[in-house]
């Protein structure tokens, strides 16, 4: 990753405060939920976002943390395999939001939350969930490969 200039602090940003546009979508409910996520990343993720970036990836037990606290993977993972089992994606949004105030944007929590985990929660067996979602649960590191016959995985030449 580049490197900061020397001297420069941390990013000090909130996208509620640079959007031109009101916005009037999030709720109380989404707002303290906002809050706790704000305080968990500022407690377990800021501190050790720089250390993240120098080694290429993020401490797995980070990860875990944030699935026990409802930040990655178990938000929309049905509460029948232990989550939170919310369809509402304005909880998505509200991590995506508070990972970029904090200068965190490259953690990518949003392509386990909104991405991978549907393929796990929409296209699995009963017998591949079983295996799959306790591993979920407890924030597994997940990504996705595709591959097409024509184009390998450069799916960019999908005709």
Known sequence: PPQRPPGAGPVDFDAGSVLAVKRDIFGEEH???????RAFLRKHVVPSYAKFEMKGMVDPAVYARMAEEGYYLTLNL???HGGLGLQDW???AIVCEE???ADCGGFFAN???DMVLAYFTESC???QRQRWMPMLRRGAVIAVAMSEPEVGSDLSHLT
Not at 31 to 37: F, G, I, L, N, S
Request: net charge neutral.
């Open 125 to 127: 067996t009963a017998e």
């Open 99 to 101: 990972l970029e105030n």
């Open 90 to 92: 304005r909880y998505n």
């Open 78 to 80: 049905p509460k029948e």
């Open 111 to 113: 392509l386990g939350n």
């Open 31 to 37: 707002e303290a939920y906002r809050q706790r996520c």
